[in-house]
C-alpha cells in the first residue's frame, strides 16, 4: 500500500533560519514525489515535484530512493512562507495509479519576524 | 477565475438528507479527481475520470457516494443519506493526462459539508 508519512504537524522558525519539512513515504515502484502548499484562504496549490528538480521560491527538495524520504528545505525561510504544506505521491506517468495523489498529513510552517 | 471551480463553497445539511456538489474543471483537463479532507488530515482520493469514464473509486466512497462527469465536462458528487462522517472539505482537482504534456492537478477551493 502506498503511504506518506510528515512526521511534524506543526514547525516554527525564525525569518531567515533555515528550514527543513520532513516527509517519508512507502510505494512499491517508482513514485513521483510532489510538495502541495495552501496558504492561507487559498486553494491547494503546487509548490514542486521531484522530476522538475527545480528551486521554486527557494524551496527545493531531494528524492532518496534510498531512505524513500521527500524532504522540502530552504536556506532562508520567510514570513510569506508561512502555510499549509502537503508531501504527496503518485504513480509514474502511464501507470494505473497515475494522476491519483496520495497525501500526507500536511505540516503546518509559521515563520516568526 | 478561470480555475477550478466548486459550488457551493458551504452547505450545512441534516443528518438523513441528500446532497450534491458540482464541480467545473479547467475547460480543456480531461482528467477530474474528487478528494475528501477531514479536519487534520491531508486530501483522500475518493474516484477519478477521464473524460466521461469513471476509471476508479477509492474503498472510501460507499455506495452513498455517487459521481458523474456526463460529456466529460463538469461533475457532480452526490451523498445519499448524509451521516454526521460525511462532514468534510470536498474537493476537486483536474489536469490534463499524462501524454498532453503538464499533468499538473489544479485544486478548486473546495466545498465544506456539515452534517447535524
Known amino acids: 500500500a502506498q503511504r506518506v508519512t510528515q512526521p511534524e504537524k506543526l514547525l516554527s522558525v525564525f525569518k531567515g533560519a533555515p528550514v527543513e519539512l520532513k516527509c517519508n513515504y512507502s510505494?512499491?515502484?517508482?513514485?513521483?514525489l510532489f510538495w502541495y502548499v495552501q496558504y492561507s484562504r487559498q486553494r491547494l496549490q503546487l509548490l514542486l515535484r521531484?522530476?522538475s528538480r527545480e528551486s521554486i521560491k527557494g524551496f527545493t527538495a531531494d528524492l532518496n530512493k534510498g531512505e524513500t524520504s521527500f524532504h522540502l528545505k530552504k536556506p532562508f525561510a520567510q514570513e510569506e512562507d508561512s502555510a499549509m504544506y502537503y508531501c504527496a505521491l503518485s504513480g509514474r506517468p502511464g501507470g494505473t495509479s497515475y494522476g491519483k495523489l496520495t497525501f500526507g498529513q500536511g505540516t503546518i510552517l509559521t515563520v516568526h519576524p | 477565475d478561470t480555475g477550478v471551480s466548486q459550488d457551493p463553497r458551504h452547505k450545512i445539511t441534516k443528518r438523513g438528507q441528500n446532497v450534491t456538489f458540482r464541480c467545473d474543471p479547467i475547460?480543456?483537463?480531461?482528467?477530474l479527481y474528487w478528494y475528501r479532507q477531514t479536519l487534520g488530515q491531508g486530501p483522500e482520493f475518493l474516484t477519478y475520470f477521464q473524460n466521461e469514464a469513471q476509471l476508479e473509486k477509492s474503498r472510501l466512497l460507499s455506495n452513498r457516494f455517487s459521481a458523474e462527469r456526463p460529456k466529460g465536462s463538469f461533475s457532480t458528487l452526490e451523498i445519499q443519506r448524509t451521516e454526521q462522517g460525511d462532514s468534510a472539505m470536498y474537493l476537486c482537482a483536474s489536469s490534463f493526462d499524462w501524454d498532453r504534456g503538464s499533468t499538473e492537478a489544479f485544486f478548486g477551493q473546495g466545498t465544506r459539508l456539515t452534517v447535524v
Open positions: 521531484h522530476i
Open positions: 475547460s480543456e483537463h480531461n482528467r
Open positions: 510505494y512499491s515502484g517508482s513514485p513521483e
